[in-house]
């Protein structure tokens, strides 16, 4: 008798545990009704299961469950919540595969206990818990792997859709499970190696196109960076440059003084003094690339910050066969680490070159600059280094090179680092 009560109070709680988690991992509710109305579902399914079981036996109940609970929820996720059909069946099928859950646990306990007393009492005590650590670390993550697009959605509700039908059709409408028919058997180890296989090409794909998704980011950010600190430069630029505009009659005057003397040599150094001084304030292009342009500007900045000097030999044109992204992250890192190379050397031995050219469609870029101490390459080519949260930059230049099918090659020798890298180009531009 005690055995047949727990049962019925563990009938009721499956039940309850499978309505509200279906209603979360569809989304939720969003409004007061919408909760009262989920609230209700509960004490109703509930009576007209206890009705059906009392009239009809516990056999005809599980197999008419999918009719009578189901087939219900699902429609009052789509018109009472207003969930996608897609989402709202996947959710219920989920939360259908987590029922499976407590019911695992009972049985383990009661083995372990050699009680089903014990079982029953603890399936109770567990479901309670369980349902809160699901809503607490699996319900958000259900949600958004089914809600980030239409492919995650039928790939994530790939494994419970295809659990739901194969429990109902082996062991609810059929006893074909426990028959001993190998088939049956390794059909759902079967399903579960597909479902892995599919899910892991998937995940590498969206994985693929979330780095994309970065690396346009970051791109974004360091030509925002690059284009402020140009437009300092610019504004700079403009104010000495009003200044000499104003001061432009005295400079004639003095040069008409000096002319006036007989003095014709110091009147052409005053001439070439004041060339030098325009020069300074007149913005340099590098090449017709307009992010290779921002990026050689930002970085010959960087370099006067440090007391260094950037050698730019650049003959790009305005379009280039690759993208802006993983070229930004190329350049970036190979000036942002030669830079730091050299900032730890004398003065006189901060230099930086920086060259770059298309040659038979191929992108050749090489960076090179002056080191101090040892410095080892590891046998996967790259520098070795010491310092906590470095290196990083040159393995996304090597995993750049290789996944677009060039080149990539880093150098010691005699105190000087050379980074070489050959990128091929897409309707490369005639070679310069």
Not at 218 to 236: G, P
Not at 363 to 369: A, F, G, H, T
Not at 398 to 413: D, H, P, V
Request: net charge positive.
């Amino acid at each position: 008798m005690i055995l047949r009560i727990l049962s019925s109070i563990n009938y009721g709680c499956v039940l309850i545990f499978g309505i509200l988690l279906s209603a979360e991992i569809s989304g939720g509710c969003e409004t007061k009704r919408q909760k009262r109305l989920v609230a209700l579902a509960c004490p109703v399914f509930l009576a007209l299961q206890v009705s059906l079981r009392a009239a009809f036996g516990l056999d005809f109940v599980e197999k008419l469950y999918p009719f009578i609970v189901h087939l219900p929820l699902i429609l009052l996720l789509i018109f009472a919540l207003g969930k996608t059909p897609g989402v709202a069946i996947v959710s219920v099928y989920t939360a259908y595969l987590c029922c499976e859950l407590p019911n695992w646990l009972r049985m383990v306990i009661t083995v372990a206990t050699r009680s089903q007393l014990v079982g029953q009492i603890c399936y109770i005590v567990l479901i309670i818990p369980l349902f809160f650590v699901l809503r607490r670390y699996f319900v958000r993550a259900a949600h958004e792997a089914m809600t980030c697009s239409k492919t995650a959605l039928w790939l994530f509700g790939a494994l419970p859709v295809a659990y739901y039908f194969f429990d109902y059709a082996t062991t609810i409408y059929s006893n074909a499970l426990y028959s001993g028919i190998d088939a049956i058997n390794e059909s759902l180890p079967a399903v579960l190696v597909a479902f892995y296989v599919v899910f892991l090409t998937a995940y590498h794909a969206q994985s693929e196109r979330s780095r994309q998704a970065e690396l346009q980011s970051s791109m974004l950010e360091v030509k925002w960076s690059q284009a402020q600190t140009q437009m300092d430069t610019l504004r700079r630029a403009q104010t000495q440059t009003a200044v000499y505009q104003h001061d432009m009659r005295h400079h004639l005057t003095m040069l008409e003084g000096l002319i006036a003397a007989g003095k014709p040599e110091q009147a052409s150094q005053y001439i070439r003094k004041v060339q030098s001084d325009i020069e300074t304030i007149t913005p340099r292009r590098y090449c017709e690339n307009e992010l290779v342009d921002l990026l050689c500007s930002s970085f010959a900045e960087k370099a006067q910050h440090i007391g260094a000097r950037l050698d730019v030999d650049v003959k790009l044109p305005q379009a280039l066969g690759i993208s802006d992204a993983e070229l930004c992250a190329v350049l970036s890192n190979a000036l942002e680490n030669a830079l730091h190379a050299v900032a730890e050397l004398p003065e006189d031995r901060r230099t930086v070159s920086l060259y770059c050219a298309i040659r038979l469609g191929k992108l050749l870029i090489e960076v090179k600059n002056p080191y101090a101490g040892e410095l080892t390459i590891s046998p996967d080519g790259r520098p070795v280094t010491a310092r906590k949260g470095h290196g990083y930059g040159c393995q996304s230049i090597q995993t750049i090179a290789a996944r677009s099918g060039g080149l990539c090659e880093f150098k010691a020798n005699n105190g000087t680092f050379c980074l070489q890298i050959v990128l091929p180009l897409k309707n490369a531009a005639i070679p310069v």
